[in-house]
């Protein structure tokens, strides 16, 4: 069984940072691939980004390929975490964060991922 949760997120001025962090126990993500997924308000969830069991990173929306940033500690299980570093900070970028698992590929599907933490908000305005 895994537990994910999420930090890092917050309010901050358009073209600001900010770093997400995944901390995952129950296992090492050596195992399993983790996925971040963004909701906005109305919204339907979307992949953002993901990086699978053997390190492979899939970015699933046009910020994400321009400027997010996933990226995986797993040195041991005190460092569990997955990052999602994201730069340039848009109004459009405002949502709640989640992080997911699933085994070993990454997928875009929200359904196809079987644990999830309990979000972040990220607030992007002036």
């Known amino acids: 069984q895994l537990q994910l949760a999420e930090s890092g997120g917050g309010l901050v001025q358009p073209g600001g940072s900010l770093r997400l962090s995944c901390s995952v126990s129950g296992r090492t993500v050596d195992y399993y691939a983790i996925g971040w997924f963004r909701q906005a308000p109305g919204k339907e969830r979307e992949g953002v980004s993901c990086?699978?069991?053997?390190?492979?990173?899939?970015?699933?929306?046009n910020a994400a390929k321009g400027r997010f940033t996933i990226s995986r500690d797993n040195g041991d299980t005190a460092k569990n975490t997955v990052y999602l570093q994201i730069n340039s900070l848009e109004p459009e970028d405002t949502a709640v964060y989640y992080c997911?698992?699933?085994?070993?590929?990454?997928?875009?599907?929200?359904?196809?991922?079987?644990?999830w933490g309990q979000g972040t908000q990220v607030t992007v305005a002036s």
């Open positions: 990086i699978g069991e053997t390190g492979e990173i899939e970015n699933y929306t």
């Open positions: 997911a698992a699933k085994v070993r590929i990454c997928s875009t599907r929200p359904y196809e991922y079987d644990w």
